[in-house]
T-cell receptor
Framework: KAGVTQTPRYLIKTRGQQVTLSCSPI?????VSWYQQTPGQGLQFLFE???????NKGNFPGRFSGRQFSNSRSEMNVSTLELGDSALYLC?????????????FGPGTRLTVL | DAKTTQPNSMESNEEEPVHLPCNHS???????IHWYRQLPSQGPEYVIHGLTSNVNNRMASLAIAEDRKSSTLILHRATLRDAAVYYC??????????FGQGTRLTINP
């Protein structure tokens, strides 16, 4: 099975712009979670989608949003970019059902805001 | 609030066992204990998880204290490829992981 893929792998934007990142989960996985990783704050949970519905949400401002499509692919959007949004954005997928599901992470999208 | 405490760094030698400790004194009865690791320039990778009993898999063993307030990840025979940041996480579900700062493990040849 192919792993979790994220596009693009690298992105450079300027302050005030918006950005959309994409994540394709492992085939058959219905849950997609997003995380932000920075040197200062470490790995922080953004949100989780399951069957096109947001099921969990982290403590991030409304500028961060996401969605999931019927084929389980997910996108996250950040509007009005700030310098502090520079980070590695990681997507993880799991089957999403059952008592426990390990998460499979993609390689991430590195976003640089200038 | 990561809710777990781990040493910032540890060092071991290749082919020796490694014991990575984690304190989770405020764990609730329904929280799982998960371990993930992150190799350089990669996303995190699942290692093992447990609830109450000790667990073994092909990668590692997880020893959970009887009161569940601490646990230890055991790598039985470390290789250079095991050099990574190891995260101990406790959460009720597997879908929302709250990562702490982790333990940076260095393996000496």
């Amino acid at each position: 099975k192919a792993g979790v893929t994220q596009t693009p792998r690298y992105l450079i934007k300027t302050r005030g712009q918006q950005v959309t990142l994409s994540c394709s989960p492992i085939s058959g996985h219905r849950s997609v979670s997003w995380y932000q990783q920075t040197p200062g704050q470490g790995l922080q949970f953004l949100f989780e989608y399951f069957s096109e519905t947001q099921r969990n949400k982290g403590n991030f401002p409304g500028r961060f949003s996401g969605r999931q499509f019927s084929n389980s692919r997910s996108e996250m959007n950040v509007s009005t970019l700030e310098l502090g949004d520079s980070a590695l954005y990681l997507c993880a997928s799991s089957p999403g059902t059952g008592r426990y599901n390990e998460q499979f992470f993609g390689p991430g999208t590195r976003l640089t805001v200038l | 609030d990561a809710k777990t405490t781990q040493p910032n760094s540890m060092e071991s030698n290749e082919e020796e066992p490694v014991h990575l400790p984690c304190n989770h004194s405020t764990i609730s009865g329904t929280d799982y204990i998960h371990w993930y690791r992150q190799l350089p320039s990669q996303g995190p990778e699942y290692v093992i998880h447990g609830l109450t009993s000790n667990v073994n898999n092909r990668m590692a063993s997880l020893a959970i204290a009887e009161d569940r307030k601490s646990s230890t990840l055991i790598l039985h025979r470390a290789t250079l490829r095991d050099a990574a940041v190891y995260y101990c996480i406790r959460s009720e579900g597997a879908q929302k992981l709250v990562f702490g700062q982790g333990t940076r493990l260095t393996i000496n040849p």
